[in-house]
Each structure stands twice: as structure tokens, then as C-alpha cells.
């Protein structure tokens, strides 16, 4: 007897779509009746994902769902279907949430531009894609789904075509997007080949049987999958077309380029590396994993400390943070996984809001260009507070949340330095980086939030509250994940990553138990890995210390506290006592631009600027020259080895 | 409870800053001389601030031409209270050699309250600490009568 | 799950009032010596103190470029990290919250708060010498993290023995096992490199290009006023013996006597021997450096010392 929920996954995909082509009917006059059906299918959506997730994470079933009722025939499965275990309803749980909150911002983002029923109507295609992608499987159907979600990617990128780059980075995304698409498809059309079957746990049990060590044909399938799934979670040197479209797209698309469209690329690698090809054992898969991740950490942050565009330095963050993922499942180690997973959640949620953010204040003043702004702290106190919260999550202060994903990708990443030196390396870097992620957003903050206002910005109103509601779920959920990791790991990561360990449990679920040892000749258990930890870190009880010291604080300074010369009133002219030290002249406006900001920094570094700048040159040919040239390398290094 | 405790403090920790109003440098070096070894100010715990936020004591040198007047008192205004001024040397205080001159616009307490005036051209470091430790003093007692206003700090 | 010493090692020892007084005295004696270094007579042991109460009697000027929360607000923030970060260092046998065991990566984080916090208060003044000033503070940051990280990573590797470790614990026990971590020869220059950390880490002279007062008005600094500047001096001050306790933790350690009043006297004048090496010494000698030369420094010098320790602590030396 099925479960009512066991149809969640497939009809969560389902109302998406059909909530597309119901905008396109219905939508194009009447904009209540758009945002209503748009609105309606998200939080459809998003609830039957939440039914899910309670059902396959907390309960711990797995559902397996056969569209059509095309169940496998003589141990082939022929029919299309969903396996629906922890780390797919991890996934989905990010993809709906991210969607919702995406949905209830654009309302007020995008009235005011044009074309509000093609913006829905792609909004919900992507967003369907990914869920379905996330859902399925059934690997031809990822390709399906991959299919729509790149030319979803293409349309919402070039969506506002009259801005400056819109068509541009839309065309480059059409490029290397394909070229992904190619080579999944390619690496897909190899395996069928090899192994006559499109379900993922059949050919996981397949290859399990034959092996993939001196297949080429199957490693050269691997190749083309990591190559593949790699440009779909941009990572270096896939990465160059990601700043141009997350520049380009309204922030709310944004949101969900680097909320879901990239966690779907690595939720992509997590299912190759470690379900289908099972090949994560290997060390020498994973110095390719952690590889990539760690050069895609360093660039990404380094090239984001020399953006002065609010959205593109975002988009370079977001590289550098899936280089944390990258790196952290790159490890084959249960705590890395927990890690890398746990950071690719907080980097939904705090990628996300600071994309929000930068919204917000191009909602607010019509900028995006960091030196041309200042002062909006005074005039969006709120979007100042929420952008403080998200930014010291990405830069890992603690008691915030990105301080426990990195916290736990440390300790994964030192205690496998205890093998090999080159992993104390990827520790330095990894540290470093999180210092210079640090330094760039003190510029944002410095250049658009604080320093000295303008003039021009004198009527710049804080958003209304339709956008500040989705921001401060994000924030608090930030804090929430940040103070109670215990819990999250517990209820979230845990059973996600038991659910990657135990491949052999995800091939018998889908085709009838006793179909591994038949197959292979090892029986499924569900293994539940233990995360081993090097370290401590148990952030509620300092928090209460944190308080009380806090309190004992402020007791004092409330007391001792005297009056204050204060004016707020933007209006009127400050005198002199409480106008800015300028050594003694008026005050005038003066500000150290973002651009000037850490050259003592950069020019130590000038070399490597030079040659990264050289190196992200603009043109497209250049930027599918690297993702060709990745994929050579990875066959060729991957032939080598294996 | 802590107020005594403050406003002992308030002569024992003044921080000067320094503002050149037009001087000839000879009694900027003259305070400079004043923190070395020799006279080691800082035993008083005077201490040279960078920003007029940071100040107790601002001394002024020089005659106050035209050009600079608008700027020092400006400076001087952005000094939180309880706040001393000091001119040193004979210039700020009467305009000395430049008294009949076009640029002179002083004496600087024609637009402020000048507490201690240091004379001398160019003053001599001993009386300079004598002067600044009357500043301190005088700080000490601008704590107390401001606290005693109702609290206007 | 409450315990009711809790509130007292978090207000007395070693927590806030600890810090305050041991904080404000080591900076008196810091100055003191540097005086007498100088052929000074140098200010009274408690200068600091005065320096602090006065600031408190001060008016406070809150500019009208800035923005009131934060400009408050960043200060005391800045103190409570530096107070929990000496709750959770190791004093000998004895760890205020031993039962959290901290671990490397947690103080890390947890001394770049200060320094965040001095950057997004002077960023909220509004001024654009405070604008010059973060810049220099954050390259700072940058130039010390990457020998600090190699520092405790290479203590991680020698106090785990066959495996790494991350927890101050594990280097505590290990210390109390074998003796002080710098009697290890491999260990001496990572000793050295954090020798010359700690003043970048505190601010202190030929390393505050943040601060620069003859240069650009105290930088971050520069629009605060009364009581706030005075909880971010006594941040200075504070800073100075958490970072001095941090190397006395991680180097200085030991067996100690058994008793937690004994141990903590041993443990403070352990961290008045740093500040005089590393701080006081270097600043009376030394003039201020520019900030691409600092950043140089510690990328270059620093860091290779450091690197040479973890190569060797990888070696098994």
C-alpha cells in the first residue's frame, strides 16, 4: 500500500511546470492573477517537498516512484524513476525553499519591469527543472531536466535586455552551457552503452560489477560527467561565464542561479562520483575533486576582491564557496561530506540573502557599481543589519552559520592531512580564503552601507516589506543553523550523508531488494558513517556566555552612560561639532572608493592580478577554450591513473 | 560611585592635540621637546593625540592668521567636553611681531575661552609642562562643576 | 546543565574583570618598560586605568555620518570575543570552560572579531580616514593569518602524535606530557614566527599601520570619543594579554603546580615575558613599517619560519 506522500516528488515537479503554461494561459494581462498562480504552485511545491523531506529524512523510508507504473522487468528497469533518499530531499528541500523566498521578492522586485508573464513563466521552469533534477532517477531524465534548466538559465539571464551585458552574458551562458549539456549527454550515451540501462541504481550496480579502473570508455564517461555537472556548479574553469550571468540576471533570479542552479550542478558530482560510478574510494579521484575545488576557492576570491559591481563580486564569492563545497566532498570522508553539504546549504541561504540584499539596493537607489554608492546604512537600516548578518556568515564569524560548515570542512580536510602533505596545503588555502572573504565584503560594506552618504540619495527609501520579509527568514534561518548545528546535523546532514555512504541500500530500494548481491555479490546494509572530529565546537552554550558577558556589558555602559550630541536629520546641515574631521576644513564629500580599498594587498600580488585578469578576458571562445581543455586534461589525467 | 574616581582621572590622563595656527615652528618643537626624555611628558600622562575626537587639551601655537582661523576653530569645536585650550607662545595669545600684519586675525581668545596661556617666544619646555599641568587642573575642575550642572557632559 | 561557577569565571576569572585589570595592568607595565627603555621615567603603572575611567567621563560625539548602532554597538562586541577567547584558553592544567574544549580553528575566528570589529565601527563613523584606515586594518589581518594558520597547524601536527589535532586540550595535555611545546627544536621557529604575530595580531608600533596616528588620525578610530574609544583602548589593552596568553597556551605550557591560584600567577607572568619580547622590545627598536612592507613581511619571513616547523613537525622532528 503506497503512502499519499510517495506522489509528493513527482507532483512537486509536476504543479511547477504545469504552474508555467497555467501563467502563460492565464497570465498575460492580469498581473494579480500571474503572481497569485505563480505564487500558488511555489507554495504547493514547497509543501509537498516539506511532506517529503519529513517522510524520507526524519522517518528514514526512501521513495521509490515508477512514473507510469513501469516497474522493472527481469531486474531491467525500463520505465523512468524517481528515488527519492535523504540527499535527494536534502536538495530538494534547498530548491523549494529557495524558490518560495525567490517568489515572495520578486513580487515588488520585478513590478517594475516589463514581461512580468515570461518571468514567471521561466521562473517556474527553472525552478521545476531543478527540483525535477534533484528528484529523478533516472539519469536521461537529469538530461532532460539539465536541458531546460540551461535555456531557463539563458532566457531569465538576458532577461532585462535593455540593461548593459544582459544579451552578452545570456549568449555566453548559451554557449558554455550547451557545452555542458554536450558533454553530459556524451558521458550519459557512453554509459547506456556500456551498461544498456538509464536507471541510476542499476547502473550503479552495473559498474560496481565490472569496475571502472582500466575501463577507458567508462572513464572517459566519468570525465564527461565531472566535466559536465562541473559547469553546471561553475566551478574553475567552468566559472567565467557565472559572474557575467549572475551580473546580468534581476537579483532574484540571481538568488537562484547560486541557491539552486549551481547545488544542482554539485548535487550532479555527489551522485556521480559517489553513486553511480562509486568511484570516491579512489584517492586519485579525489585529489582531482579537491583539486579543482581548492584552485576554484583561491580564484574565486581573489578575482572578487578586484570587482567593484555588487552582483559580480557576489558571483565570485559564490565560486570561491562551491570551491568549499567541492573540496569538502572531494575528501570521500563522512565528515567532509557533512561538511560539504552543510555548506552548500548555508551557501543557499547566505548567498542568497546577500544577493537579496544587493537587490534591495538596486531596487532602492537603481545602482549596482560599489564606488558609485555610500551611506545607505542611514537610509536602509534594516537591508544594513541583514547584510551584516549574511555577510559575516560567508566570512565564517563565528556564532554565524558559515563558521560551522567551514568549521567541520577544517577539521575533514586536516584530518586527511594526517595521509598526505598536500591536503595541509588545501587547509592553509582554505583558511586564507575565508580571511579574504572577510576583506572583500568589509568593501562592500564599507562602499555601499557605511562611509558618507550622497546627496543623490537622499529619497532612497528602506524596500517595502513584501522583500524584507523572504530577507529576514533567510537571516534568521543564517543565525538559526549557525547556533544549533547540532540540531541540523542531526535531523539534516546526518541521514543525507548515511544516504551517500550506503550506496548499496540506494540500489536496492529502486530494484527490489537482493538485486546488489545478486549483481555484485555484496549484500546492502545501510551504513551509517560516523563523523570522527578532531576538534570541538558546541556554539549554544557560548552563546548563553556570549549573553551573559553582553549583559554585563551593557549594565555598565547603560550607567555609566551620559548624554549625546546626536542629529539624524538628513535635511538639515550638521554643525561643526558633529561633522566629520576633515583636519580642520569643511566637510566634503570624500570617500575611499571600493576599487582602493586592500592595495596593499594587491599590489604584492600584482603579477597573479595581472595574469587572472588576462586570463578572464571577456571573449567566449576563450572561456569554451577552458572548459575543452578541462575536460582533455581530466580524460587524460583520469586515463593516467585509473 | 565612579565619579570621583573620573574626575581624578580627568588630570591624570590628558591627551593634547596640536594645532599650528600659522606658527613659525619654534614652539612646535618646543612641545615636541617636551615628550623626550629630557621632560618626559608622558610621566604626567599627557600623550599626543592624532584626531580632535581623541583630545583633552588643545594646544594652539602661532598668531591665528585669516587663512586658518575658520579651521582651528572648527578643530576645536570637534573636541568632546570636558575641554581645555591652551596657546603657547607669545603669538596666540597677543600676536607678537605679527600683530599689525594683513593675515593676523587673533588673538585667539577674541572667539574662545582660552584657559591657560603659555608665554614666552619660543616657550621654554619647562614652563610648557607647567602650563599643561594647569590645564590638567583645570580639566579636573571642568569635570566636577560639569557633573554638578546635571550631568551635560 | 547550569552551573553557577559559570558566572564566575565569565565576570571575575578569568573572564571580564580578569581581563580588565590583568589587561590594563600589562599594558601599564608594557609602557613602563618601554620608558625605561628609553631613558624615561615613563607613566604610572596605572596610566591605562586612568586613561580608561577618563574616556568613560568624556562626552560622546556621535557624527552625523554615522550610523548610531554600530558605532556603538562595535566596541563591545569586539571586548566579549576577546573575553572568550581567555575563557577558553587552557592555563596549564586549568580551562575555565574545560568541558567545551576549544579548539584552534574557534580561536582563530574568534581573534579576527576584534579586528572586524574595529573595521565595521570605523566603517560606520563615516570618515574617509577611517576608510583608509580599515583598508590597512584588513590587510593587517590578511598578512598575520597565513603564519598564524601555519603556526597552529604545525602544533596541531606535533601535539597529535600519529594523527592531527585541532584542540587546545590535546596541546595542553600533550605539553604537560612532554614539556613546554618551544623545548621542542622543531618548534622553535614557529615559536619565532608567532613571537613576531602577536604585535601585528595586537597593533602594537611598528606594526599598526591601522592606527597611525601621525599619518591618518588613528584611522579607524579617528571619529570616536568618550566611552566608546575607551572600551575599544581597553580592547588594546586586553588584546595584548589574550594574544601573549594565546603563545604562552600553545608554547609556554606545562605540567604546572596543581593549584589554579599558583598556576594562574605562573601563567600571567609567562604572558608579561611575551609582551616584553614580542611587543615591547620590537617597539621600542623598530620604526613603523608601510603596509605593503608588512604585508611583505609576514608573507615572506614570517610565514617561512612558520613552513619550516610545519615541514619539520611533518617529518616527525
Keep these: 500500500m503506497m503512502n499519499y506522500v510517495e506522489h509528493f516528488p513527482a507532483l512537486a515537479t509536476m504543479v511547477l511546470f504545469l504552474g508555467a503554461f497555467l501563467?502563460?494561459?492565464?497570465?498575460?494581462?492580469?498581473?494579480?492573477?500571474?503572481?497569485?498562480?505563480?505564487?500558488?504552485?511555489?507554495?504547493?511545491?514547497?509543501?509537498?517537498?516539506?511532506?517529503?523531506?519529513?517522510?524520507?529524512?526524519?522517518?528514514?523510508?526512501?521513495?521509490?516512484?515508477?512514473?507510469?507504473?513501469?516497474?522493472?522487468?527481469?531486474?531491467?528497469?525500463?520505465?523512468?524513476?524517481?528515488?527519492?533518499?535523504?540527499?535527494?530531499?536534502?536538495?530538494?528541500?534547498?530548491?523549494?525553499?529557495?524558490?518560495?523566498?525567490s517568489g515572495w521578492y520578486s513580487i515588488k522586485y520585478m513590478s517594475r519591469d516589463e514581461g512580468g508573464d515570461y518571468y514567471y513563466t521561466l521562473y517556474l521552469m527553472l525552478s521545476g527543472s531543478v527540483l525535477g533534477l534533484v528528484l529523478t532517477g533516472d539519469i536521461f531524465n537529469m538530461f532532460v531536466m539539465i536541458e531546460i534548466m540551461t535555456f531557463a538559465c539563458v532566457a531569465l539571464t538576458a532577461f532585462r535586455n535593455w540593461s548593459k551585458g544582459a544579451l552578452e552574458a545570456g549568449f555566453k551562458y548559451l554557449v558554455i552551457g550547451s557545452l555542458g549539456s554536450t558533454c553530459t549527454l556524451t558521458g550519459i550515451a557512453l554509459l547506456y552503452a556500456q551498461c544498456h540501462t538509464l536507471n541510476m541504481a542499476q547502473l550503479s550496480a552495473m559498474i560496481a560489477k565490472v569496475g571502472i579502473t582500466g575501463n577507458s570508455t567508462m572513464i572517459l564517461a566519468f570525465a564527461l560527467l565531472i566535466t559536465g555537472f562541473g559547469i553546471k556548479s561553475y566551478a574553475v574553469p567552468f566559472h567565467f561565464v557565472a559572474a557575467d550571468a549572475y551580473m546580468a540576471a534581476p537579483a532574484s533570479v540571481s538568488?537562484?542561479?547560486?541557491?539552486?542552479?549551481?547545488?544542482?550542478?554539485?548535487?550532479?558530482?555527489?551522485?556521480?562520483?559517489?553513486i553511480i560510478l562509486q568511484t570516491m574510494g579512489l584517492g586519485k579521484v579525489q585529489t582531482l575533486l579537491v583539486a579543482v575545488g581548492t584552485v576554484s576557492m583561491f580564484v574565486g576570491v581573489t578575482m572578487a576582491l578586484n570587482q567593484h559591481d555588487f552582483k559580480r563580486l557576489l558571483a565570485f564569492h559564490s565560486i570561491s564557496q562551491i570551491g568549499y563545497v567541492l573540496t569538502a566532498i572531494g575528501l570521500g570522508t563522512a565528515l567532509g561530506v557533512a561538511g560539504g553539504l552543510y555548506h552548500a546549504m548555508n551557501h543557499t541561504l547566505f548567498k542568497g540573502l546577500l544577493f537579496l540584499c544587493a537587490g534591495a539596493v538596486y531596487y532602492a537607489t537603481g545602482r549596482t557599481n560599489l564606488n558609485?554608492?555610500?551611506?545607505?546604512?542611514?537610509?536602509?537600516?534594516?537591508?544594513?543589519?541583514?547584510?551584516?548578518?549574511?555577510?559575516?556568515?560567508?566570512?565564517?564569524?563565528?556564532?554565524?552559520?558559515?563558521?560551522?560548515?567551514?568549521?567541520?570542512?577544517?577539521?575533514?580536510?586536516?584530518?586527511?592531512?594526517?595521509?598526505s602533505f598536500g591536503y595541509l596545503f588545501v587547509t592553509v588555502v582554505a583558511l586564507i580564503t575565508s580571511t579574504l572573504t572577510l576583506a572583500s565584503f568589509i568593501k562592500v560594506t564599507q562602499s555601499a552601507f557605511f562611509g558618507q552618504s550622497r546627496p543623490e540619495f537622499d529619497d532612497v527609501k528602506e524596500v517595502p516589506g513584501s522583500m524584507l520579509l523572504p530577507m529576514w527568514v533567510m537571516a534568521i534561518l543564517c543565525v538559526f543553523t549557525g547556533v544549533a548545528p547540532k540540531f541540523v546535523t542531526e535531523k539534516l546532514i546526518t541521514p543525507a550523508v548515511n544516504a551517500v555512504m550506503s550506496v548499496n541500500k540506494y540500489i536496492d530500494t529502486m530494484m527490489g531488494a537482493g538485486y546488489t548481491e545478486k549483481i555484485t555479490g555484496s549484500a546492502a546494509t545501510e551504513i551509517s558513517a560516523e563523523q570522527i572530529t578532531i576538534g570541538n565546537w558546541t556554539p549554544v552554550m557560548w552563546l548563553v556566555l556570549f549573553g551573559i558577558v553582553l549583559v554585563a556589558f551593557t549594565v555598565v555602559a547603560v550607567f555609566g552612560k551620559s548624554s549625546r550630541g546626536y542629529t539624524n536629520n538628513s535635511k538639515e546641515q550638521p554643525d561643526n561639532k558633529h561633522a566629520t574631521f576633515f583636519g580642520g576644513e569643511m566637510a566634503t564629500r570624500s570617500t575611499v572608493v571600493g576599487s582602493d580599498l586592500f592595495w596593499g594587498f594587491r599590489h604584492n600580488f600584482k603579477g597573479y592580478f595581472e595574469k587572472l585578469e588576462g586570463i578572464h578576458s571577456g571573449v567566449v571562445n576563450d572561456y569554451a577554450v577552458w572548459a575543452i581543455g578541462a575536460l582533455a586534461v581530466f580524460v587524460m589525467y583520469l586515463n593516467a591513473v585509473l | 560611585m565612579f565619579d570621583n574616581l573620573i574626575?581624578?582621572?580627568a588630570a591624570k590622563s590628558p591627551w593634547l592635540f596640536h594645532i599650528n595656527a600659522g606658527s613659525c615652528n619654534g614652539c612646535d618643537i618646543e612641545l615636541v621637546a617636551v615628550l623626550t626624555p629630557r621632560y618626559d611628558a608622558e610621566r604626567l600622562g599627557f600623550r599626543l593625540a592624532g584626531t580632535p575626537r581623541h583630545a583633552d587639551i588643545v594646544v594652539v601655537t602661532g598668531p591665528l592668521t585669516a587663512q586658518i582661523k575658520?579651521?582651528?576653530?572648527?578643530?576645536?569645536?570637534?573636541?568632546?567636553?570636558?575641554?581645555?585650550?591652551?596657546?603657547?607662545?607669545?603669538?596666540?595669545?597677543?600676536?607678537n611681531v605679527f600683530k599689525d600684519g594683513y593675515t593676523y586675525a587673533g588673538p585667539l581668545s577674541k572667539y574662545v575661552d582660552v584657559d591657560v596661556d603659555i608665554a614666552g617666544c619660543a616657550a621654554k619646555p619647562e614652563t610648557v609642562l607647567e602650563g599643561l599641568y594647569q590645564a590638567a587642573m583645570i580639566l579636573e575642575q571642568k569635570r566636577k562643576d560639569m557633573k554638578n550642572k546635571g550631568g551635560q557632559i | 546543565m547550569f552551573n553557577p561557577m559559570w558566572l564566575f569565571y565569565i565576570l571575575v576569572f578569568?573572564?571580564?574583570?580578569?581581563?580588565?585589570?590583568?589587561?590594563?595592568?600589562?599594558?601599564?607595565?608594557?609602557?613602563?618598560?618601554?620608558?625605561?627603555?628609553?631613558?624615561?621615567?615613563?607613566?604610572?603603572?596605572?596610566?591605562?586605568?586612568?586613561?580608561?575611567?577618563?574616556?568613560?567621563?568624556?562626552?560622546?560625539?556621535?557624527?552625523?555620518?554615522?550610523?548610531?548602532?554600530?558605532?556603538?554597538?562595535?566596541?563591545v562586541v569586539g571586548f566579549v570575543a576577546l573575553v572568550t577567547i581567555m575563557l577558553l584558553l587552557p592555563q596549564f592544567g586549568f580551562t575555565a570552560f574545560g568541558e567545551l574544549n576549544a579548539d584552534m580553528i574557534v580561536i582563530i575566528y574568534l581573534l579576527t572579531i576584534p579586528a572586524a570589529s574595529i573595521i565595521i565601527g570605523g566603517a560606520a563613523s563615516g570618515s574617509p580616514y577611517a576608510g583608509v584606515g580599515?583598508?590597512?586594518?584588513?590587510?593587517?589581518?590578511?598578512?598575520?593569518?597565513?603564519?598564524?594558520?601555519m603556526v597552529l597547524l604545525a602544533i596541531g601536527k606535533k601535539a597529535g602524535g600519529d594523527g592531527v589535532t585541532f584542540s587546545m586540550k590535546a596541546i595542553a595535555d600533550y605539553q604537560a606530557a612532554n614539556g613546554a611545546m618551544i623545548c621542542q627544536w622543531s618548534m622553535i621557529p614557529a615559536a619565532l614566527a608567532m613571537l613576531l604575530v602577536v604585535p601585528c595580531e595586537v597593533g602594537c608600533h611598528p606594526f599598526d599601520v591601522a592606527e597611525a596616528e601621525t599619518e591618518i588620525c588613528e584611522g579607524p578610530l579617528v571619529e570616536y570619543s568618550g566611552a566608546p574609544l575607551g572600551v575599544?583602548?581597553?580592547?588594546?589593552?586586553?588584546?595584548?594579554?589574550?594574544?601573549?596568553?594565546?603563545?604562552?597556551?600553545?608554547?609556554?605550557?606545562?605540567?604546572?603546580?596543581?593549584?589554579?591560584?599558583?598556576?594562574?600567577?605562573?601563567?600571567?607572568g609567562e604572558c608579561l615575558l611575551v609582551t616584553f619580547f614580542s611587543m615591547t622590545l620590537i617597539r621600542a627598536t623598530c620604526a613603523r613599517l608601510k603596509v605593503e612592507q608588512v604585508f611583505k613581511f609576514y608573507w615572506t619571513v614570517v610565514a617561512g619560519l612558520a613552513l619550516v616547523s610545519l615541514v619539520l613537525a611533518w617529518f616527525g622532528l
Excluded: H
Design chain 1, 372 to 419: 558609485n554608492m555610500g551611506g545607505l546604512a542611514k537610509k536602509m537600516p534594516q537591508t544594513c543589519i541583514i547584510f551584516l548578518i549574511a555577510a559575516f556568515s560567508i566570512s565564517g564569524l563565528p556564532p554565524f552559520n558559515g563558521f560551522v560548515s567551514k568549521w567541520m570542512i577544517y577539521q575533514a580536510i586536516y584530518a586527511k592531512s594526517a595521509q
Design chain 2, 7 to 9: 574626575n581624578k582621572s
Design chain 2, 70 to 95: 575658520d579651521r582651528v576653530l572648527r578643530t576645536i569645536e570637534q573636541v568632546p567636553e570636558p575641554r581645555c585650550i591652551v596657546t603657547m607662545g607669545s603669538c596666540p595669545a597677543s600676536g
Design chain 3, 232 to 268: 575599544f583602548k581597553l580592547n588594546y589593552y586586553v588584546k595584548q594579554l589574550v594574544v601573549s596568553a594565546l603563545f604562552a597556551a600553545l608554547f609556554l605550557g606545562g605540567k604546572g603546580t596543581g593549584i589554579v591560584a599558583a598556576d594562574a600567577a605562573i601563567f600571567y
Design chain 3, 134 to 149: 580599515i583598508s590597512r586594518e584588513m590587510v593587517s589581518v590578511i598578512s598575520f593569518e597565513l603564519p598564524l594558520v
Design chain 1, 23 to 101: 501563467v502563460t494561459i492565464f497570465g498575460g494581462k492580469n498581473k494579480t492573477l500571474r503572481i497569485f498562480l505563480a505564487m500558488a504552485a511555489a507554495t504547493a511545491s514547497f509543501v509537498m517537498v516539506l511532506c517529503v523531506a519529513k517522510y524520507v529524512i526524519i522517518d528514514g523510508n526512501i521513495i521509490t516512484y515508477w512514473l507510469g507504473n513501469w516497474t522493472p522487468v527481469k531486474d531491467y528497469a525500463i520505465g523512468i524513476g524517481l528515488e527519492v533518499d535523504s540527499l535527494n530531499a536534502f536538495f530538494a528541500l534547498l530548491v523549494t525553499l529557495t524558490t518560495y523566498l
Design chain 3, 14 to 75: 578569568p573572564g571580564a574583570l580578569f581581563c580588565f585589570v590583568a589587561g590594563t595592568l600589562l599594558n601599564g607595565l608594557d609602557r613602563k618598560v618601554y620608558a625605561k627603555m628609553q631613558q624615561r621615567i615613563g607613566p604610572p603603572i596605572l596610566q591605562p586605568f586612568y586613561d580608561f575611567m577618563k574616556l568613560m567621563g568624556k562626552e560622546t560625539i556621535i557624527p552625523y555620518e554615522a550610523n548610531k548602532t554600530v558605532f556603538l554597538g562595535a566596541p
Design chain 1, 255 to 274: 538568488m537562484l542561479f547560486s541557491g539552486m542552479v549551481n547545488k544542482a550542478g554539485v548535487y550532479g558530482l555527489i551522485r556521480v562520483c559517489y
